[in-house]
């Protein structure tokens, strides 16, 4: 019976993760047709004014723009499903050449920032919800503010400006670098984007640990241990943070599927190739194929993450697993 309820959840769970997908894929491809401008008014500029009508409908079914929107549609998901994730016509490359090249460069920047801003939230949240409404709390919750207020792009360009005039460090001057060809530089080159992404990150991280910290305090076994004269660091790291991990790993999970699309800004700034940067050229070039496919990946992976977070949460606090 129990392995029939787990089937049942797992199923829900595959066929809710396939829906949100398909709604990701209608919403990206419909409004990429509603931006004025086609891709031949891209391509050609405007020269596309000179076409003559056998000109422009012969591209118009060169690039498919000949069918119907719900035929363009079906047509590309189709394609997706079989691994053909279309082409770039600027770069002469395959969608999926170009998302394997770039997506190993956003997910280092998204794994080096998360570990940025677990590093900095977990403890400062731990540190506000030690004594809430001390002087150490207002610090946090500023602290908070700033994460949340500051904006990436702000923060990433000053970042750069002092760095490049008082300490002559641009390694973003260079050459993208990748992690097996130069580790040294591609890790210079990763510092200053992932420092922002993760102390804007790290914000929602330290509002959620403090919230749940400050909520497992109240538990009874909480003050049972602190009676039993448990000490308080080992209470604090041990015993408290351990239960209040679930709400933390959540909120962490999100962030991380935040920064695959959400890093476009910061990739920009500090010219890293990553997948962020994809899709905004692809925009700014109408390369309908580059950017619904890049988004669809996106998404993929964000759910897959989301999955994983789920399954481990159920592995951190056994009531989970027993719900």
């Known amino acids: ?33 509603a931006l004025p401008g086609d891709q031949i008014t891209a391509s050609f500029g405007t020269e596309a004014a000179a076409l003559s009508a056998d000109q422009k409908a012969s591209l118009e079914a060169y690039y498919g723009l000949d069918q119907p929107l719900i035929g363009q549609f079906f047509t590309w998901l189709g394609s997706i499903v079989t691994g053909n994730l279309g082409y770039s016509a600027r770069s002469q490359q395959s969608v999926l050449e170009m998302t394997a090249s770039a997506l190993p460069v956003t997910l280092e920047l998204a ?49 750069l400006a002092v760095a490049a005039s008082s300490f002559g460090f641009n390694p973003n001057g260079q050459g993208y670098a990748t992690l097996f060809t130069d580790p040294l530089l591609n890790l210079q080159q990763m510092a200053l984007p992932a ?29 049972t241990a602190r009676a039993k004269g448990v000490p308080p660091r080992r209470l604090q790291w041990h015993h408290v ?35 962020g940067r994809q899709v905004l050229l692809g925009i700014n070039q109408f390369e309908y194929a580059v950017v619904q496919s890049t988004v669809l990946v996106i998404a993929v992976i964000f759910v897959i993450v989301n999955l994983l977070t789920d399954l481990l949460y159920r592995r951190i606090d056994p009531r989970v697993r027993a719900a």
Do not use: C
Request: aromatic share 10%; hydrophobic share 60%; charged share 10%.
């Open 1 to 33: 019976m129990i392995h029939r309820i787990r089937q049942s959840v797992g199923f829900r769970r595959l066929g809710g993760a396939l829906l949100t997908l398909f709604g990701v894929a209608v919403a990206v491809f419909f409004m990429l047709r």
């Open 111 to 159: 794994v080096l920032s998360l570990m940025i801003a677990v590093l900095i939230g977990v403890p400062v949240g731990m540190l506000a919800a030690s004594k809430p409404n001390a002087l150490r709390d207002w610090i946090g919750q500023g602290f908070g503010l700033a994460g949340l207020g500051i904006p990436a792009f702000f923060l990433s360009t000053a970042l």
């Open 195 to 223: 420092f922002v992404l993760g102390f804007g990150i790290s914000a929602p991280i330290m509002r959620t640990t403090r919230t749940a910290v400050l909520e497992v305090r109240t538990l009874d076994f909480i003050r």
């Open 241 to 275: 943070l351990r239960t209040a991990l679930v709400p933390i790993v959540t909120m962490s999970g999100l962030q991380f599927g935040y920064l695959l699309g959400g890093a476009v800004v910061v990739e920009q700034i500090f010219s890293l190739p990553g997948i």
